[in-house]
């Protein structure tokens, strides 16, 4: 609904797009969320200008979130006939989390200030937060992070969206994989996942690039994971 009052709405040129966000004054840190996949068919040098975090996801856990995201959370929700018709559907499914994380692979020697995070290690304790407000040069000390931290835990955010005071989210229903803090756990998918779902996923990780490089540790990890 309203996609194309919202295309119309703002340029689609990319460098009027980055001359806007260039210009944008008023607050110490500018925060830009992007999926990979906005940057495909892009010239990548404006990210040189910028400080690039790139967070991963164990790849099986990111697709049966993102199965509950577009069968669940939305005004027009997709329908599949099960979880695994989803998982291996070629435009949505796990071969699209593959291919966005190769393409950021490929580049990740394109950028200048660039920070690998892993979503894992994120959910085990503040030090991955602490280290991202290091790189971002915010001046915290630790236990301001701490605090943050332990304020906006997954079950705290959780209760704040069921009772309808979590900031800019639409709410879909109070069933658990209706909400958009879910469960928020590691490894969730070997709960969700059939043995074939897994099976197939673990052969589709063999395609994800591992070359040696400053990067190949984390893919390795999610490629070794079972």
């Not at 709960?191 to 994800?208: G, P």
Request: proline share 1%; net charge neutral.
């Amino acid at each position: 609904p309203g996609r194309e009052d919202t295309l119309n709405s703002m340029s689609s040129d990319i460098t009027e797009v980055l001359e806007s966000i260039y210009e944008t004054s008023g607050c110490e840190v500018l925060f830009l969320k992007n999926m990979a996949h906005h940057h495909q068919q892009m010239d990548l040098e404006f990210l040189n200008k910028m400080t690039n975090l790139f967070l991963v996801r164990n790849p099986k856990d990111v697709v049966v979130s993102h199965y509950h995201q577009i069968t669940k959370r939305s005004l027009k929700p997709l329908k599949f006939s099960s979880m695994s018709s989803f998982i291996r559907n070629n435009e949505l499914g796990f071969n699209r989390i593959i291919h966005f994380y190769n393409l950021w692979f490929k580049q990740k020697n394109e950028v200048r200030d660039f920070l690998l995070i892993k979503y894992e290690n994120m959910t085990m304790s503040s030090d991955t937060l602490f280290l991202v407000s290091e790189f971002l040069k915010l001046k915290l000390d630790k236990e301001i992070v701490n605090h943050i931290y332990n304020e906006f835990t997954s079950e705290k955010m959780r209760k704040k969206e069921l009772r309808g005071d979590l900031n800019n989210s639409m709410s879909f229903g109070t069933e658990l994989n209706s909400l958009k803090v879910r469960k928020a756990k590691v490894g969730t998918y070997k709960h969700e996942m059939n043995k074939d779902d897994i099976d197939y996923c673990n052969i589709k990780l063999k395609d994800l690039n591992t070359e040696q490089s400053s990067l190949e540790k984390i893919f390795v990890e999610l490629v070794k994971e079972k």
